[in-house]
């Protein structure tokens, strides 16, 4: 079973606070994913990555920026947190081929008061 | 762009009776791949069946799928409900032809079985 962890679990952190979300995963994946989870919304993804280096623009990527340092870790980054991005986080992993499933983490809350 | 449309908000059933739960999309593409993942309170989401091959049945874990391309539609059924299918339901779809290497989802739908 393909692993992904995120850290931390849950944060709490005020209006223009600084926020970084790691993930890792150590299933030699070459893709690699940010979603926020709301209500109504669903699974909304913010970033994505085919390896290290590389960062692909996701569909609600307003007020986020993101790294893949290496094959395992892409982590998330919120530079002036804001209320609207209180939120439910999960990372996903899949390896390169199409039909490959993604592999999500335990996923992060993150209250923005 | 790609999209998928999903039976809205929630569904609540009593223990026993069937399940449907409705998803059709949308893609220029024409060798879509649709999945169904299932989220359970407190857990991760997780693959729960998945498809390329139009007009044949997959199964898993008493769920069961038909990619429909005729009709754009790939809904999710259980004969019986169990009060352990209850958790959230995602639907979502990847493009063959736009090799992006996302996934786009619906908004999901929750599912609530009671005795």
């Known amino acids: 079973e393909a692993a992904v962890t995120q850290s931390p679990r849950n944060k709490v952190t005020v209006t223009g606070g600084n926020v970084t979300l790691s993930c890792r995963q150590t299933?030699?994946?070459?893709?690699m994913y940010w979603y926020r989870q709301d209500t109504g919304h669903g699974l909304r993804l913010i970033h994505y990555?085919?390896?290290?280096?590389?960062?692909q623009i996701g569909d609600v990527p307003d007020g986020y920026k993101a790294t893949r340092t290496t094959q395992e870790d892409f982590f998330l980054l919120l530079e002036l947190a804001s209320p609207s991005q209180t939120s439910l986080y999960f990372c996903?992993?899949?390896?390169?081929?199409?039909?490959?499933?993604?592999?999500f983490g335990p996923g992060t809350r993150l209250t923005v008061l | 762009g790609d999209s998928v449309t999903q039976t809205e908000g929630l569904v609540t059933l009593t223990e026993g009776l069937p399940v449907m739960l409705n998803c059709t999309y949308q893609?220029?593409?024409?060798?879509?791949?649709l999945f169904w993942y299932v989220h359970y309170l407190n857990e991760s989401p997780r693959l729960l069946l998945k498809?390329?091959?139009?007009?044949k049945r997959t199964e898993h874990q008493g769920f069961h799928a038909t990619l429909h391309k005729s009709s754009s539609s790939f809904h999710l059924q259980k004969s019986s409900a169990q009060l352990s299918d209850s958790a959230l339901y995602y639907c979502?779809?990847?493009?063959?032809?736009?090799?992006?290497?996302?996934?786009?989802f619906g908004h999901g739908t929750i599912l609530r079985v009671h005795p």
């Open positions: 996903a992993s899949r390896k390169g081929q199409n039909y490959a499933e993604q592999f």
């Open positions: 299933n030699s994946h070459n893709y």
């Open positions: 990555s085919y390896g290290a280096g590389n960062l």
């Open positions: 893609t220029i593409y024409s060798n879509p791949f």
């Open positions: 498809s390329s091959t139009d007009n």
């Open positions: 979502a779809l990847r493009n063959t032809g736009a090799n992006t290497g996302k996934l786009t």
